[in-house]
């Protein structure tokens, strides 16, 4: 009885987390406020799901592979969101105005100059290098 109860309110609070982040996907104005409404709640979500399962499937087999995922998801996100945000950063697909800082502008430029400069040194003709 108890522990359909606690299985009722992580289920519950999955969905409401699981919710919360299609709507700020659906609602934020720019990928970088998008990015953190789909990352964080759904990880949890997706933890409070798991720990739902595991209290009303007590086996080792079960456990373990809800173990597995949780460790993955919450090893691939963050480096997913990562990845999609700076590629956002670099096709300047966000709002500048809503940046408190920006802590990548001078990475992004010196790359920017070092590919362009790698560009123009291959298509310099070796004739004039000379």
Excluded: N
Excluded at 90 to 117: F, I, N, P, W
């Amino acid at each position: 009885m108890i522990a359909d109860i606690v299985t009722l309110v992580f289920i519950c609070a999955g969905a409401a987390l699981s919710l919360a982040a299609a709507i700020g996907l659906l609602r934020f104005p720019d990928l970088m406020s998008r990015l953190h409404a789909a990352s964080k709640p759904q990880i949890l979500g997706l933890i409070l799901m798991m720990f739902a399962i595991a209290i009303q499937i007590p086996h080792w087999g079960p456990i373990t592979t809800m173990f597995l995922v949780v460790t993955f998801q919450m090893m691939t996100t963050p480096v997913g969101t990562h990845m999609v945000g700076r590629a956002g950063y670099r096709t300047k697909r966000l709002r500048r105005s809503m940046l408190y800082r920006d802590e990548l502008a001078d990475a992004v430029a010196r790359a920017e100059a070092r590919d362009s400069a790698q560009r123009t040194a291959r298509t310099v003709p070796k004739d004039s290098q000379t």
